[in-house]
Protein backbone atom coordinates (compact mmCIF):
# COMPACT_ATOMS: atom_id res chain seq x y z
CA UNK A 1 0.00 0.00 0.00
CA UNK A 2 0.94 3.22 -0.40
CA UNK A 3 3.00 5.07 1.75
CA UNK A 4 2.56 8.41 2.81
CA UNK A 5 4.41 11.39 4.84
CA UNK A 6 2.91 14.37 6.21
CA UNK A 7 4.72 16.65 7.88
CA UNK A 8 2.10 19.20 9.58
CA UNK A 9 2.57 21.62 13.29
CA UNK A 10 -1.36 21.61 13.52
CA UNK A 11 -1.86 18.42 15.74
CA UNK A 12 -5.63 18.72 14.92
CA UNK A 13 -5.04 18.63 11.59
CA UNK A 14 -2.50 16.19 11.85
CA UNK A 15 -4.37 13.52 13.67
CA UNK A 16 -7.28 14.10 11.04
CA UNK A 17 -5.54 13.31 8.26
CA UNK A 18 -3.22 10.54 9.79
CA UNK A 19 -6.81 8.77 11.11
CA UNK A 20 -8.39 9.62 7.72
CA UNK A 21 -5.43 7.69 5.90
CA UNK A 22 -5.16 4.95 8.03
CA UNK A 23 -8.37 4.55 7.29
CA UNK A 24 -8.04 3.98 3.65
CA UNK A 25 -4.93 1.50 4.23
CA UNK A 26 -2.35 4.14 3.60
CA UNK A 27 0.70 3.48 5.10
CA UNK A 28 1.92 6.94 7.68
CA UNK A 29 4.83 8.83 9.13
CA UNK A 30 4.27 11.91 10.70
CA UNK A 31 6.21 15.32 11.44
CA UNK A 32 6.00 18.37 13.07
CA UNK A 33 8.46 20.46 12.41
CA UNK A 34 10.47 21.11 9.11
CA UNK A 35 14.24 19.92 9.14
CA UNK A 36 12.91 16.49 10.68
CA UNK A 37 10.12 16.69 8.06
CA UNK A 38 12.78 16.97 5.66
CA UNK A 39 15.12 14.02 7.39
CA UNK A 40 12.52 11.98 7.18
CA UNK A 41 11.61 12.18 3.96
CA UNK A 42 15.10 11.95 2.17
CA UNK A 43 16.11 8.85 4.11
CA UNK A 44 12.82 6.52 3.65
CA UNK A 45 11.04 6.17 0.32
CA UNK A 46 7.56 7.48 -0.04
CA UNK A 47 5.08 7.66 -2.19
CA UNK A 48 3.52 11.09 -1.33
CA UNK A 49 4.73 13.54 0.98
CA UNK A 50 1.71 15.94 2.50
CA UNK A 51 3.37 18.83 3.32
CA UNK A 52 2.36 22.33 5.49
CA UNK A 53 3.26 25.62 4.69
CA UNK A 54 3.87 27.25 7.39
CA UNK A 55 6.48 25.19 9.69
CA UNK A 56 8.83 25.29 12.27
CA UNK A 57 12.80 25.95 11.90
CA UNK A 58 11.79 25.48 7.91
CA UNK A 59 9.11 26.37 6.48
CA UNK A 60 7.32 23.76 3.79
CA UNK A 61 8.68 26.01 0.29
CA UNK A 62 12.05 25.31 1.70
CA UNK A 63 11.28 22.01 2.28
CA UNK A 64 10.24 20.66 -1.03
CA UNK A 65 12.73 22.41 -2.93
CA UNK A 66 15.36 20.61 -0.35
CA UNK A 67 13.72 17.62 -1.65
CA UNK A 68 13.56 18.24 -4.93
CA UNK A 69 17.63 18.71 -4.86
CA UNK A 70 18.13 15.53 -3.06
CA UNK A 71 16.03 14.10 -5.87
CA UNK A 72 13.31 13.11 -4.14
CA UNK A 73 10.32 11.96 -6.52
CA UNK A 74 7.68 11.83 -4.11
CA UNK A 75 4.27 13.59 -5.30
CA UNK A 76 4.38 16.34 -2.91
CA UNK A 77 0.36 18.23 -2.40
CA UNK A 78 1.15 21.53 0.00
CA UNK A 79 -1.11 22.59 2.40
CA UNK A 80 -1.49 25.95 2.51
CA UNK A 81 -3.67 28.17 4.16
CA UNK A 82 -3.42 31.20 1.63
CA UNK A 83 -4.93 30.98 -1.38
CA UNK A 84 -2.63 33.38 -2.48
CA UNK A 85 -1.47 32.99 -5.91
CA UNK A 86 1.63 34.01 -5.44
CA UNK A 87 2.21 31.23 -3.32
CA UNK A 88 0.85 28.84 -5.24
CA UNK A 89 2.99 29.46 -8.00
CA UNK A 90 5.69 29.58 -5.97
CA UNK A 91 4.75 26.62 -4.50
CA UNK A 92 5.32 24.93 -8.21
CA UNK A 93 8.76 26.55 -8.82
CA UNK A 94 9.50 25.20 -5.44
CA UNK A 95 8.82 21.34 -6.75
CA UNK A 96 5.71 20.89 -5.38
CA UNK A 97 2.89 18.58 -7.58
CA UNK A 98 -0.13 19.95 -6.38
CA UNK A 99 -2.21 21.76 -3.50
CA UNK A 100 -4.89 22.19 -1.17
CA UNK A 101 -5.63 25.16 1.10
CA UNK A 102 -7.04 24.95 3.92
CA UNK A 103 -9.75 24.12 5.23
CA UNK A 104 -10.63 21.26 2.85
CA UNK A 105 -12.39 18.28 2.85
CA UNK A 106 -10.44 15.00 3.66
CA UNK A 107 -12.60 13.56 0.58
CA UNK A 108 -11.07 16.37 -1.96
CA UNK A 109 -7.57 15.32 -0.69
CA UNK A 110 -7.84 12.06 -0.76
CA UNK A 111 -9.06 11.81 -4.00
CA UNK A 112 -6.62 13.34 -5.13
CA UNK A 113 -3.91 11.49 -3.79
CA UNK A 114 -5.61 8.25 -5.12
CA UNK A 115 -5.49 10.11 -8.59
CA UNK A 116 -1.70 10.92 -8.55
CA UNK A 117 -1.42 6.80 -7.26
CA UNK A 118 -3.59 5.82 -10.33
CA UNK A 119 -1.44 7.53 -12.59
CA UNK A 120 1.53 5.15 -11.40
CA UNK A 121 -0.66 1.71 -12.36
CA UNK A 122 -0.26 1.52 -16.27
CA UNK A 123 -1.90 -0.43 -18.09
CA UNK A 124 0.14 -2.84 -20.25
CA UNK A 125 -0.88 -2.30 -23.31
CA UNK A 126 1.17 0.90 -23.01
CA UNK A 127 4.70 0.75 -24.60
CA UNK A 128 6.81 0.77 -22.04
CA UNK A 129 9.27 2.54 -23.03
CA UNK A 130 9.48 5.76 -24.78
CA UNK A 131 12.48 7.35 -27.16
CA UNK A 132 13.15 10.99 -28.46
CA UNK A 133 16.77 11.47 -29.26
CA UNK A 134 19.29 10.80 -26.81
CA UNK A 135 16.30 10.79 -23.92
CA UNK A 136 14.79 7.25 -22.65
CA UNK A 137 11.61 7.34 -20.70
CA UNK A 138 10.77 4.14 -18.88
CA UNK A 139 7.10 4.30 -18.41
CA UNK A 140 7.10 1.48 -15.62
CA UNK A 141 9.72 2.63 -13.35
CA UNK A 142 9.17 6.73 -14.06
CA UNK A 143 12.69 6.23 -14.74
CA UNK A 144 14.65 9.15 -17.83
CA UNK A 145 17.47 8.51 -18.98
CA UNK A 146 19.79 10.64 -21.31
CA UNK A 147 22.48 8.98 -22.77
CA UNK A 148 22.09 6.54 -20.31
CA UNK A 149 22.54 8.92 -17.31
CA UNK A 150 19.49 9.10 -15.01
CA UNK A 151 17.83 12.20 -15.00
CA UNK A 152 15.58 13.00 -11.49
CA UNK A 153 11.86 14.13 -12.80
CA UNK A 154 9.15 14.43 -10.21
CA UNK A 155 5.95 12.97 -11.39
CA UNK A 156 4.49 15.92 -13.09
CA UNK A 157 7.76 16.97 -15.05
CA UNK A 158 7.80 13.20 -16.27
CA UNK A 159 3.91 13.11 -17.45
CA UNK A 160 4.11 16.39 -18.87
CA UNK A 161 7.70 15.08 -20.95
CA UNK A 162 5.98 11.71 -21.92
CA UNK A 163 2.43 13.99 -23.29
CA UNK A 164 4.94 16.06 -25.30
CA UNK A 165 6.67 13.37 -26.65
CA UNK A 166 3.67 11.46 -27.59
CA UNK A 167 2.21 14.59 -29.23
CA UNK A 168 5.98 15.65 -30.73
CA UNK A 169 5.48 17.96 -33.49
CA UNK A 170 2.16 19.32 -32.57
CA UNK A 171 1.45 23.07 -31.42
CA UNK A 172 -0.12 22.38 -27.67
CA UNK A 173 -1.84 24.71 -25.90
CA UNK A 174 -1.69 25.59 -22.06
CA UNK A 175 -4.78 24.83 -21.30
CA UNK A 176 -4.79 21.69 -23.30
CA UNK A 177 -1.78 20.40 -20.88
CA UNK A 178 -3.44 21.86 -18.09
CA UNK A 179 -6.74 19.71 -18.34
CA UNK A 180 -4.86 16.87 -19.91
CA UNK A 181 -2.16 16.55 -16.94
CA UNK A 182 -3.65 18.26 -13.72
CA UNK A 183 -7.44 16.85 -14.76
CA UNK A 184 -8.51 20.10 -12.99
CA UNK A 185 -8.09 23.84 -13.80
CA UNK A 186 -6.05 26.06 -11.57
CA UNK A 187 -8.86 28.46 -11.96
CA UNK A 188 -7.68 28.48 -15.51
CA UNK A 189 -4.08 29.56 -13.90
CA UNK A 190 -1.61 28.30 -17.13
CA UNK A 191 1.08 29.62 -15.42
CA UNK A 192 1.70 26.04 -13.77
CA UNK A 193 2.09 24.97 -17.30
CA UNK A 194 4.90 26.88 -17.63
CA UNK A 195 6.37 26.49 -14.62
CA UNK A 196 6.99 23.13 -15.30
CA UNK A 197 7.97 23.59 -18.78
CA UNK A 198 11.10 25.80 -17.13
CA UNK A 199 12.07 23.06 -14.88
CA UNK A 200 11.74 20.49 -17.41
CA UNK A 201 13.98 22.54 -19.61
CA UNK A 202 16.41 23.19 -16.87
CA UNK A 203 16.73 19.42 -16.53
CA UNK A 204 16.65 18.56 -20.11
CA UNK A 205 16.74 21.03 -22.60
CA UNK A 206 18.82 24.37 -21.06
CA UNK A 207 19.30 25.78 -24.73
CA UNK A 208 15.42 25.61 -25.95
CA UNK A 209 16.40 23.60 -28.82
CA UNK A 210 13.73 20.90 -28.23
CA UNK A 211 10.87 22.41 -26.31
CA UNK A 212 9.94 25.51 -28.31
CA UNK A 213 7.60 28.34 -26.84
CA UNK A 214 4.42 28.80 -29.42
CA UNK A 215 3.37 32.28 -29.45
CA UNK A 216 0.47 33.00 -27.94
CA UNK A 217 -0.74 29.27 -27.61
CA UNK A 218 1.45 27.09 -25.53
CA UNK A 219 4.68 24.55 -26.34
CA UNK A 220 5.32 21.84 -28.76
CA UNK A 221 8.48 19.59 -28.54
CA UNK A 222 10.26 19.52 -32.32
CA1 LIG B 1 1.46 25.24 10.00
Not at 171 to 194: F, H
Request: aromatic share 8%; hydrophobic share 40%; charged share 30%.
Amino acid sequence: MAKVLIIEDEVSILRMLEYDLKQLDYTVDTETDGLRGLKKATTTDYDIILLDLMLPSMNGLDVCKKLRSANVTAYVIMLTAMDDEYNKIEGFEAGADDYVTKPFSPRELTARMKAALRRHKRSDADESTLTYDDIILKRDSYEVFRNEVPIPLTLKEFELLEYLILNRGKALSREQLLSTLWGYSYDGDTRVVDVHIFKLREKLDPSQERIKTVRGIGYKLL
